[in-house]
């Protein structure tokens, strides 16, 4: 290997160890499920990500949940018994034709449909808390009748207008970490699993620097792919998509793209329709390409009006993406403590609108965040720190921190973190140098791990996230907050993860001891309605789903913004089998 | 004033004097018609911009002129008599019924509503040569009916609501200069010309850096309301829109939003679909108005739908702009010569790629063009530079100049300036330093006036431009040069005007001894057909108005995309009263 060679720092490898190694517990320990579940089990199936990959919380997370909940080591001794390690087994019979299947099956090949249960069910939900309570409890509604593994994408223009004849649902089922029941099978129908074939690289352009992509190629691949091009296709540059949310790892560049994803590091690359030039869908009226010029003025853009559909207009089959020049060397880490998520909010908004460029990834956590995080990252280990923080005036709970890195060239790159240090200073923050974000990237796509090691003792987390202006960001982290705090003994976690010069988005995390579904339900709606009623947009780059439409065409939107996408629904699917029930508010 | 007050130097005063003045001519001089055109006549409406200035071409640019196309002194001793001069004079009668012109003045006002022949026809055409030529030919086509001057949104939704009841053909005009026959009121109807009454700041928000302006706003003043903030308003800092198209001074905002327009400051502050917060339309189904939230994912983006509808789903009345801070001091110029139109070509490319920040302007000549700023803008006085250059192998013709300066934060600006010079060199470049640019700069939004001067003379100027990805610009511009070529005595420049990592602008001048109309229209029509033919996008920032519709379904888009566009159409303007007549080939 050459220098040049070991210059690539591959983004793709760069993941925790298997399994999460960490000090161990000093006190009691619970017997948290580390067990990987069977094959053919509800848990294989809500459990996030690897199945053999477990992660539990640091003693000091555990003991601020236990502190915070009123809880104690009595409540951590025994798992509650709905964790999912029985086999799948309903009674839901297909209502597909055998006719109609084997028409299916003529075009896919036999071994790339599959009917028997398990995989019906694999495939009907998504990752929200919903989904993963209802197969704790094995509530199975809302399976396709059929699994179809498509491998070409004139495959998947046949299926559609095989079922757009014949009146057949059709869902698209890519990373499956959906978190508003964007993947779920309402109607039946078939689901079009993309993992299995329809994820390879179409063609890469280097003078173009794009990549053309089938849409079930999942984060991991595409950034292997790209980062590998010098030694596999002798270019002189290693690239990178820029796009990696914390589902990176369990998502595909489809989902990123019809439901307007972002990436951790959007701030400096992009969101998902910044990056997107070109797309190709199979819709019920026929194939829908645009070209991959990056600018021009011949009418409405119609890459805008497909991206954010969720599949309502068709299937997303081929995608070409920018990509940028690997230059990893280039990121400069910083950490800085603020003593108010006020200051760290006025800090956000003049780094992006200083015109000096903009980090990559650019986080500001409010007080109980940040606290959070300080159990959670070590940082309660960082005595003198902590000290000096303490010393200095900044008081936990209150105090608010920023991480973050950049990207880009290298003089690009020392100028934005020059002047991200030179404002931190100007605002009252702390440098903590690069060992807090060092902390956060260990864990940033295995965070979601947690999820099912805390549930099993009844402990629940779950994610919401809207976008708003500068000026109303407080007033919406205020509205929310009251919102969620109006629940006692809960945990609520705000942070700021994607900004630009007019606003940013706010990610909300409550973490509550709730086991109940209706509870849950009920919880979740009425924190969509705070959001709503604080005047954000109501996701930033979730998407909606099945489970936020209900407030797109009466609040979000309102009805003559709403009517615009039922005309194109309309004109793209007249006969409702895309994606159907619900999704976008369309049927 | 403080020193702080002298530092805003005010971008909208920066213009060329009234008068242009040069050098002397040495030899003959031609008789240019300077005079001014009297009110009431069609030269008065035909021609560019202020009524009292004027500008004709330096020696040595006639001298290249007489050369190329085989003219004498003698050519140019007698101007042509269609020069416009004359008072307009018609007759086309009103199809607007008497009660329906006094419901319209009911909403308007007495005061802004005229149906005399000289206002119906001078908000009928735009700027194109086929709108130049059918004026100085006293050609008279498709006026409305009545021209409206509304001042407040509600008027204009009332009269939108009124012309729908009644099936009256609506059109607007905002600044008039477009070169796509956008404003032209081909089935009648009312024209609202909005420069009158809708042209003011409805508000401007700091802690967000938005401006809200009604859609007749003209550039000129919309930068200096954001320019002058600090002594109007107290502001912290001065504010600019970042939006400088050729047509700056005559065009307004509106016009730039509906069409798709881009500056030439736009490599680093985007085209206008990337500056646009927020919109407002009066549509026959109402009014439709999106968020200025700066990013989301709750559906397809409706902005980006209305955005290129150039007035075909309603009128935009409001819109909300992002701003940017004024930082001229940072506005660090460069120059460089390049040996051939491919190395530059090829530094433009690694420039846009190489991720250490873009530059503001960034133009690329090809020979041609360069050859003509040379005789235009002084160069060939500078001797010395032209020795050098000629002695180190670069051919006049064939070498390519590139020209540009850096916006936004010094640090930034310092950077990009540092990896652009770097870039240069690599490619061959030789530097020029600043002074190419700050010669360009005189003329940048005067050079349209030199139109008018030498086509009394026959000899015509048009301009035409396209997008494509990198890999095919090398293709594009050597088949619509040699389209271009296929007419002898042509001059054809080219430039890349506008640049991302994946692609960029190709703008053709064209300059002809050509004064018949058929003549224009079939090289027009050809050079239109050759830029598609040559994979191009038929338009980066012109739009496509209704000159350029009829390749809009069949070829740049294609029947599926059109059709989505129409399905939208249907949607807005069930009764097609909306800039009606063939605007994006929707009727």
Redesign the interface.
Known sequence: MSKKDKDFRLTWQAEAPKHKTHKPYKGFKPEFDVKDPEAGTYRSIFKWGAQDFHKIPKEGLLKLIKERFGMTDEDFKKRLPNDGHEKVEYDIPLKLTAKQLSALEAIVGKDNIKTDDYTRLSVAYGKTMFDLLRLRNKIVENVPDAVLYPAETEQIEKIVEFCNKERIPVYVYGGGSSVTRGVECVKGGISLDLRKNFNKVVKF?K????VTVQAGMMGPALEEYLNMLPLTDGTKYAYTCGHFPQSYKWSSVGGWVV????GQNSTYFG?I?NIV?HQKYATP??????????????????G???????GTFGVLTEVTL?V??L?EDNQFRFGFMFRTWQDAQAFG?EVM?????FPSVFRLSDGEETEMMMYNYNLDEMKPVMALLKMKGYELGKMSLCLGFT???K??C??VL??VKKLAKQYGGMSLTGVVTKEWEKGRFTDPYLRDTVQDFGIMIETLEC?????NMNHVWEYVRNYCKSRPNTIVCTHIS?A??????LYFIFIAKMTEMEEFKAYHSGLLQAIHDSG?????????GKMFAPW?RTS??GE??H???K??R??FDPNCIMNPGGT?GLD
Not at 207 to 210: A, G, S
Not at 304 to 310: D, H, L, P, S, V
Not at 500 to 505: D, E, K, L, S
């Open positions: 352009n003078v173009n620097q794009t439901t307007r994803g972002a969101k329709e030039m009226i026929g194939v829908i390409e645009t070209d991959s010029i990056p600018a021009k003025a011949t009418g409405p853009d119609i805008q009006i497909m991206m954010g559909a969720e920018r940028f020049r230059m908004r609108q200083c015109q000096a460029g990207d880009g060239e003089g690009f020392k100028n020059k002047n976008a708003m202006n500068w000026d994607h630009y010069p007019q606003g940013a988005n954000a947009a109501m996701s930033h780059h979730h998407g909606i797109l979000v939107l003559s913004q009517d615009i996408i005309a194109l309309k004109h976008l």
